[in-house]
């Protein structure tokens, strides 16, 4: 994203999500089964569908069972139900979280944004969303994660503080999509980026010591350029 002014950057928010939104509602008001489909009412996919999942079996009801055979497998519309949710759910953390990197990449345009981090904003709820997804209710799966985890360590230095909130707030969205509840994580990515936007408007928290911060990060930065 090119620099942008403060004003263009809310401007561009406020449409996005006001498209966004209407969408989503289209959607429901032409048919309130897509519900089913969608991240906003709890793991609907598998609740309506009367799952039933444990630590070590799933259970469904009877009628879902494909009774032609012996073995009683899934039928064609659970599995494109399933599939259909899942889809649905790891597109709209990524529809979720495009404002929050236009966001990033505005405000931290003057000091050189990473293209990879910018990624990994994108990147990081798809993640944490399967994650949530594959735990569920298991409390062994939980800490076959953890340890899994602690056996990878991640080195990420990060020049910023707010480098670090983006990253939590990423977390955020992967959680409350896994959850089925990616009502919250909309609505709080739009406080979120409107508030970071406004905040960058106003100059809030100004002081010398980081002007004088930026202003040499980004004479480093031109300066590596031009070599």
Known sequence: ????????LITRLVVYYAILLSVIAAL???????????????????????????????????????????????????FFT????????????ILVMIPVTWTYTATRFDAGPSKAFVRALILLPIAATAVVLLIQNSLALAFGLAALVAAVRFRVSLPEAIDGIYIFVAICVGLAAGVGFMGVALVMTLIFTLTNAVLWLIDYGRNPIDDARHDAAAAKLAKRLRE
């Open 1 to 8: 994203m090119h620099n942008i002014t403060p004003g263009q």
């Open 28 to 78: 429901l008001l032409a048919n309130s089964e897509t519900l089913l489909y969608m991240p906003f009412s709890g793991n609907d996919a598998h609740d309506r569908k009367d799952f039933e999942v444990t630590e070590t079996s799933v259970r469904l009801p009877r009628e879902l069972l494909d009774t032609s055979t012996a073995s009683g497998s899934i039928t064609p519309e659970v």
């Open 82 to 93: 399933s599939i259909l949710f899942l889809t649905s759910t790891l597109i709209t953390t």
